[in-house]
Every structure is written in C-alpha cells, then in structure tokens.
C-alpha cells in the first residue's frame, strides 16, 4: 500500500514539475516552428542557462543573446519556471501588444512577501492602478521634479566626499536612495535609522535578502510553492525569521513617521497643504480630504496604502537608478576616450557649477551614451513578469490562463533587423536621427517600458543619473579594478560585480 501511495507521489510530481509545463511548450514548438526557440529545463527553466552563461562566460544574457542573434526568424523563447510554462516574447509587435493590452496580464509579485509592494503603483491592478498612477502622475513630470535637482546635487556631493568607494554598489544606491526617501518624506526622514542601519541602507539589503533567500533557498522555494507567501512566517528558519523580524521593523519606523507627518499636516493651513512638495503630502492630504468628505464610493486610501508606497517608490527607484548608474561607470571606465568627451561636455555646458534644471535638456553626448547603456545593458532587461489572466487569442497565439509571459526589452535592441551593428558599443550612432532604428514599431528600445504602465519614474531616474555622473566623472577618474574580473550578473536587475569592480582617483 505504502508502496503504491510512494509511486503515485512520485509520479504526480513528475507531472507536475516535468510533463506539465514542457507538453504546451512542446505544442507551442510543433506550431511555430523556427520561429519558436524551446528552452527547457524542470524546475529552473531559463534561469538555469542564464547562470550557466554567467559562470562560463561572464554574463547572465551573453548565451541567449548569441541565440537570438544566430536565430533572427525567433520570435519567442519557450521556457518553463517552476511548473509553469513561460513565454518570453522577444519581436517587438508582441511586446507592443502585451503593453497595449497590459490590463489582461496582471504582474506576477516576483518578491513574494506580503504587506510589502503588493498594495503600491507597480503591483496595483485595475481601478486601483488607474486611481494611483492619477494621484501620483502629476508629482512626476519634468516641472514638479525640477525643485528636487539642489537636494539630488547636495547629496550626490556630500556622498562623494564621505563615501570610502571601495563598494560602487552601496556608494551610489545610498544617493539613490536617500534620494527616494527624502522625495517621499522631506526633512522628517533626515538620518532616519532603521535595525540599527541608515535607512536606505537597510531596505536595500533587505529586498536583495529576501529575493536571494526566495531564490537560492530550495526549503523557501517549495514551502512558497505550497503555502503561498505565508510560507515565511510557517516553519521558519533562523534567517526567514530574522527576516521577518526587520520587515516588522521596517514597517513599524517607517508607519511612525508617515503618523508623524500626518499629525502636523492636520495643524497646517491650507496655503501648506497645498503645496504637495513630497509625495507623502499627496496622499495624506488626499486621506484627509475623504475623511472630510467622508466619500464612501470612491477608491478610499488608508495608512496601510500610503506606508506601501513608500516601499514600492523605494523598492522601484533605488536600486534601478543605482545600477544603471554603476553599468554607465563600468563603461565609462571601459572607453577612457568616451569618459574625456564627457567630461568635455561637462565642463563646457557647467564649469564647476552645481547641475541646474537648464543643463539636463542641454546634454547631448551624455544623453546619447545613456542611451547606448541602456540598449546593450538595461537593468530593467524586461518589465515584471505577467500571467495570462484568461485563456485568450493573442496575435498568433493561444495563451493559457495561468501561463507565465513577459517580453524582453534586451533581445530587440540587439537584432540586425532593427540596429547596424548591434553588438558593438557606439554611442555616436545616438547622435544621428535618434539612433537610427530600422523597422520600428515604437517598441523597439524602451528602456522604461511603454504604453499605460510605463515607468512613472523615468524623468526621475534619468535626473538622478545625470546629476550623479556629472559630479562623479568631473571629480574622479574612474576606471576598471584590474585586481577583480567584471561581470554582468544580476541581483534581481541585470547589472556590473563585483562591488568594488571601480577605481575612484581624485582628479588633480
Ligand atoms: C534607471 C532607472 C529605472 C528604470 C530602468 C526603470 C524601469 C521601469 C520599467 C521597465 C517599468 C515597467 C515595469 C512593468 O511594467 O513591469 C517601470 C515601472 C515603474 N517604475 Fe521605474 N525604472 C527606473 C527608475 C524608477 C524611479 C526612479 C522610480 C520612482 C522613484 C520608478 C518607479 C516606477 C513605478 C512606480 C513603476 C510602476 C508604474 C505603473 O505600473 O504604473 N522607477 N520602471
């Protein structure tokens, strides 16, 4: 009996995690032909030959690129995550038409911990999503965000200066993030202390261990696969519980000081509210007005929503913009010829002023050379990752509910259908007819997305980044560590290792 029971155990599961996934995927090939690339492998799918790429060659994408290269006609990769199949749609007319239709393929939580993101703007679904993105899009132009370039230039200084820059990593995303957080709070979050750690310091860390234990962990993974995310706080392990321990922490310091903002703008006048000048003053004031109204119909917004705003500006916005900053140093110091043009440009357009709003629009090489980073090396390779919300027709395709898609912003813009030279590094060729894209749907290169869900922080990002390089490149020479071996790997975004892969020297 025991036996029998054992076999059909044993033979469910290989259903599950083998047969399940690779008989639609194996469907999907038979259908498509060449224009199908299947890559399967049980439990791991992708990311097995994504870490494969990364150990032998140095990069997590350099296998699949080469594949997609060698296989022009490939318009999705079929591959497998668990015991799901997932669809990675690598032609740009299906990732315009996923962003087109993004209210049908709902973002899956790749963090899956709860009371963290799953409430804020990038999770958000539906009427919710629409009510967030209105609330908060107007604080996120190029005007609003303008009054933020002195404090964006005070830190990025006063980080230069204090900052030992042995650790790229935690030197730009301290900027970043104490960035987010005082856009977000203004000056009640000044030397905000969190588990005995500045702030951004601590939930940086904090995400990148959650993602790393939800992702090396085989104990978390499955207990997450059975019990959904309440698998953390069931049977858990020393480092699930310390876990657990600073997400209760971090939402306890960081509810204190939304209550705390709440109370003065209780007191304020109107000619103050109105200001709106941090985000949290968007909500609050919005959580004020519908107590007043008492509005019972309307999307009602409460603590809860505000505090994980908070974490998902700071979760979208920190570690992002941090990376692509570090992958624009790598480069930089990779072409020391590319590194003097800019640092030309930037003493002719600003000498040795602060960076002010007039300078960003007035940068030209710069603005060619991000936008070359972000074609060959995008931290945001692809958006989050959807489910098929209902069995449906789309393009050419039948697609499953409950299939895994997502399409891929880094296989595109590495095609010779769309670029002449894909694989080298040009940033000149950004300086003619905007980078000269062939065959272009307008989906081709989008570094932060398209259509509705487009990134809410680009404008944003793009400051930060600016600001930063500006007075990175003109204070130090920044090169290569020839003492450690770059690679691209990821951390949950695609970017530089390791951390001390840069030298900072002084410029006399
Ligand atoms: C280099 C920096 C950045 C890159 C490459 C980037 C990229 C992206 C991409 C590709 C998306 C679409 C995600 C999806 O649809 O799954 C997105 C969405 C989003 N980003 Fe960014 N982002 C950056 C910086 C920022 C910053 C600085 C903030 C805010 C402080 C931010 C906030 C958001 C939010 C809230 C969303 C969700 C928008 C929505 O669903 O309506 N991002 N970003």
Known sequence: MIFFIIIIIVVYVLYRIILKPLIPLLILKLQFG?????????????????????????????????????????????????????????????????????????????????????????????????HQRNLLGSAFTFEKLKSRIPMINQIVKERCILDPKTN??????????????????????????????????????????????????????????????????ILATKKEKDINNRVDMLRNTVKQLIEKRLEQLQVENQREKQKDQFFLDIYL??????????????????????????????????????????????????????????????????????????????????????NEVFRLRNPAFSPFVRLVQKDMQFLDIKLKKGWMVVQRHDIPVIRHEHFSNPEEFDYKRWLINQGNIQSDNGFVHIPFGAGGRNCI???????????????????????????????FGIRFLYGAEPENCLIYKERR
Request: overall charge neutral; aromatic content about 12%.
């Open 34 to 130: 060449k224009q199908a690339y299947l890559w399967y492998a049980p439990i791991w799918g992708l990311l097995k030959y994504n870490f494969r790429s990364l150990k032998q060659n140095g990069d997590f994408f350099d296998d699949l690129r080469k594949r997609m290269r060698q296989n022009p006609k490939v318009k999705m990769l079929l591959t497998n995550f668990l015991d799901k199949p997932f669809i990675n749609f690598v032609d740009s007319e299906y990732v315009k038409k996923m962003y087109l239709d993004h209210q049908n393929f709902p973002k899956f939580n790749l963090l899956r911990y709860d009371n963290l993101i799953d409430k804020g703007l990038l999770m958000a679904e539906g009427e919710e999503w629409k």
């Open 168 to 233: 790229s990593f935690d030197f730009i995303s301290w900027i970043t993030g104490e960035v987010v957080i005082h856009s977000f709070f203004g000056e009640i979050a000044k030397g905000l202390i969190i588990n005995g750690k500045p702030g951004q310091v601590e939930i940086v860390n904090l995400v990148a261990d959650i993602m790393l234990q939800r992702f090396k962990n085989t104990y978390t993974q499955i207990k997450l696969m059975i019990l959904g995310n309440k698998g953390w706080r």
């Open 285 to 370: 004031n919005e959580l004020l007005k519908q107590q007043q109204d008492n509005e019972r119909n309307k999307i009602n917004i409460d603590l809860e929503n505000v505090l994980q705003q908070f974490l998902t500006l700071f979760f979208a916005g920190t570690d992002t913009t941090a990376t692509m900053t570090i992958t624009c140093l790598v480069y930089l110091a990779k072409y020391p010829d590319i590194q003097n043009e800019l640092l030309q440009e930037i003493q002719d357009l600003i000498q040795d002023q602060d960076v002010q709003d007039n300078h960003l629009t007035k940068f030209v090489k710069m603005n060619a050379f991000i």
């Open 457 to 487: 922080g680009q404008h944003m990002a793009l400051m930060e980044l600016k600001i930063i390089l500006c007075h990175i490149i003109r204070k130090f020479q920044v090169s290569l560590n020839p003492d450690v071996q770059i690679k």
